[in-house]
């Protein structure tokens, strides 16, 4: 039942964000936990006892416990999205392949280059910015001829894709040069049911 939701985020995840997001659009009723990642909580006993790495988001879904953001957008698409159409079947594996994007290049990209300006976190910055360009190529290109990443629809590839890009100029990545995905980010920005991740001023200690 969708009322035993319980979603432990954080408010500046965006792989937390990217779950939130979902469920919003889903219109799922479910009870947020925040999680002080600034103050260690993720690391505290009863937080690894739901994800062993002690990470964001965690999904409680009644008796079961769904940790990683992208098995959290495939949890719920499958069991609440009975129109099937956030992870369509006959292209699951193209989905599959951008949330393998969003747990490699996005992640090393534009999340890393984020961390290092709004967290402080002791990473090659310039690096980051480097596989962010990369990705915001191949990104800019795919959205060339369509609306969103597989067609015409959204699927939990666009989500998955979201919030890091969105949130790419808090770690020096300007979006600028790539008017497709600009406008993609709008189009994600527009569905009903849509919330925002909490803004931040890169170089804040949040």
């Known amino acids: 039942m969708a009322d035993r939701l319980k979603l432990h985020t954080f408010e500046l995840s965006g792989h937390a964000h990217r779950a939130v997001l979902f469920a919003s659009l889903l219109g799922l009723d479910v009870e947020l936990i925040e999680v002080d990642l600034t103050a260690g909580a993720q690391k505290a006993p009863g937080h690894l006892r739901l994800h062993p ?3 964001v988001p965690v999904l409680e879904d009644g008796d079961e416990i769904v940790w990683e953001s992208n ?7 499958r069991k609440y999205d009975p129109s099937g159409s956030w992870l369509p079947k006959e292209m699951e594996a193209v989905v599959q392949a951008w949330l393998s994007v969003a747990s490699g290049q996005l992640t090393d990209g534009p999340c890393d280059a984020r961390r290092v300006t709004v967290f402080g976190a002791d990473l090659d910055h310039e690096k980051a910015k480097t596989i ?3 990705l915001f190529e191949v990104l800019e290109a795919a959205l060339s001829d369509r609306a969103f990443l597989i067609g015409d ?3 939990i590839a666009d989500i998955a894709l979201y919030t890091y890009t969105a949130h790419a ?14 406008a993609w980010l709008e189009r994600i920005e527009a569905l009903p049911g849509f919330v925002a991740m909490t803004a931040t001023k890169a170089g804040s200690s949040a």
């Open 53 to 55: 790495f002690g990470q």
């Open 71 to 77: 098995a959290v957008l495939v949890h719920l698409a």
């Open 132 to 134: 962010a360009a990369g």
């Open 153 to 155: 629809t959204p699927t």
């Open 169 to 182: 100029p808090e770690g020096g990545v300007s979006l600028e040069p790539y008017a497709n995905i600009r």
